[in-house]
């Protein structure tokens, strides 16, 4: 069985051990959306911590869908240098670094984006401030569009995989979630139409970035919520997704946030999924210690572990963690 220094081989993209560096967003990008030297300094250190793969935190695939001022962007060409560099730096070193791609719908606020935010319903976001409006059908079309030319310019700028940002309240997620979307169109109402956004954006990003470029999807599993996702949607969604073309699950969850009680308290989604799907699943939330990282491995409940907050904190825990595992 596998565990945490076991590499392993996603699409073209090979990784060293089975320990990811999540997004966690810092927020040091400049107000266009352009790679600063803090972030880069910042990437370079999360990078040289060791881990099989770094994540870039939540890049915005159109100016509508940003959520923070400081945030990066994955919308224009003229990024692209900027990116290029960091990735460079990492591979450099011999690192592994992605892509995550993100639109915030109706998380985001007027005083960002400079107009209303939109999303799938005209309902306040629980981290919300603004009454958002109903994104119309072209406006969605072009939103797919917008998913597949991000991850299309990450894969150019020499990221190694991308990610489809579908957990955590954001837009995805907020037309996946029967609390946020009360629409009556093709892309509201039952399961398989609020999942249809979702899978167009796979689709897109899969006819973008060709069949041997890894694509993860970030699935809000449950949005433990009364009345929202449950696991046991999460684990219909999942096949939808897989065979919509995705190539890795990244299980998280939570409409208003990605936290939690107790050591990997995600981790009976993916209980749930894994024993139904073919593709390498991740999970991620309150792993801190090596040894219950190692065992969700080796008992076969996942394929990654995402170590977040602990890395942040103590840059050296994969070194610590070769150590407690040789005993
Ligand atoms: C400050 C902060 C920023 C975050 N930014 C992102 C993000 O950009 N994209 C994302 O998918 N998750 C984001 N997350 C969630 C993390 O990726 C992760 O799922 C969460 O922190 C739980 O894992 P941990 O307990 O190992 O930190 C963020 C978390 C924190 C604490």
């Known amino acids: 069985m596998a565990g945490l220094f076991s590499p392993i081989s996603i699409k073209n993209m090979k990784?060293?051990?089975?320990?990811?560096?999540?997004?966690?967003?810092?927020?040091?990008a400049s107000i266009s959306g352009a790679l600063t030297d803090e972030l880069m300094k910042e990437y370079g250190n999360r990078a040289k911590t060791s881990v099989g793969l770094v994540i870039l935190e939540h890049a915005f695939v159109n100016m509508q869908g940003r959520v923070n001022i400081r945030?990066?962007?994955?919308?224009?060409?003229?990024?692209l240098d900027g990116y290029k560099r960091l990735t460079s730096m990492v591979h450099s070193f011999q690192g592994?670094?992605?892509?995550?791609?993100?639109?915030?719908?109706?998380?985001?606020?007027?005083?960002?984006?400079?107009?209303?935010?939109?999303?799938?319903?005209?309902?306040?976001?629980?981290?919300?401030?603004?009454?958002?409006?109903e994104m119309g059908e072209a406006e969605i079309h072009r939103t797919v569009v917008d998913f597949g030319r991000a991850?299309?310019?990450?894969?150019?700028?020499?990221?190694?995989?991308?990610?489809?940002?579908?957990?955590?309240?954001?837009?995805?997620?907020?037309?996946?979630?029967?609390l946020t979307?009360?629409?009556?169109?093709?892309?509201?109402?039952?399961?398989?139409?609020?999942?249809?956004?979702?899978?167009?954006?796979?689709?897109?990003?899969?006819?973008?970035?060709?069949?041997?470029?890894?694509?993860?999807?970030?699935?809000?599993?449950d949005d433990r919520m009364y009345g929202g996702l449950t696991v046991e949607d999460a684990h219909w969604v999942a096949l939808r997704l897989v065979r919509a073309?995705?190539?890795?699950?990244?299980?998280s969850g939570g409409l208003g946030g990605y936290?939690?009680?107790?050591?990997?308290?995600?981790?009976?989604?993916?209980e749930a999924i894994k024993p139904v799907v073919d593709i390498p699943i991740m999970i991620t939330g309150g792993i801190k210690d090596p040894a219950f990282a190692n065992h969700l491995l080796e008992?076969?409940?996942?394929?990654?572990?995402?170590?977040?907050?602990?890395l942040l904190q103590d840059c050296r825990w994969v070194e610590k963690a070769v150590e407690v595992m040789q005993g």
């Not at 945030?71 to 990024?79: P, T």
Request: charge should be positive; hydrophobic fraction near 35%; include cysteine.
């Open 15 to 28: 990784l060293k051990n089975r320990i990811v560096f999540p997004p966690i967003a810092a927020y040091k």
């Open 71 to 79: 945030q990066a962007g994955m919308h224009s060409g003229d990024l």
């Open 96 to 133: 592994v670094i992605g892509a995550q791609i993100n639109h915030g719908g109706t998380a985001c606020r007027r005083e960002v984006i400079g107009t209303q935010p939109a999303g799938p319903s005209c309902i306040k976001h629980p981290r919300g401030t603004d009454l958002p409006r």
């Open 151 to 178: 991850a299309g310019l990450a894969k150019e700028a020499g990221f190694d995989m991308v990610e489809i940002h579908g957990a955590h309240g954001y837009l995805l997620n907020q037309f996946l979630s029967p």
């Open 181 to 221: 979307n009360r629409r009556h169109d093709k892309y509201g109402g039952s399961r398989e139409n609020r999942i249809r956004f979702s899978l167009e954006v796979v689709e897109e990003v899969r006819k973008v970035v060709g069949k041997d470029y890894p694509v993860f999807f970030r699935l809000g599993g």
């Open 245 to 251: 073309g995705v190539d890795v699950l990244d299980l």
């Open 259 to 270: 936290d939690g009680q107790g050591q990997g308290y995600f981790v009976y989604l993916a």
């Open 299 to 310: 008992s076969g409940k996942a394929d990654l572990v995402g170590i977040g907050r602990a």
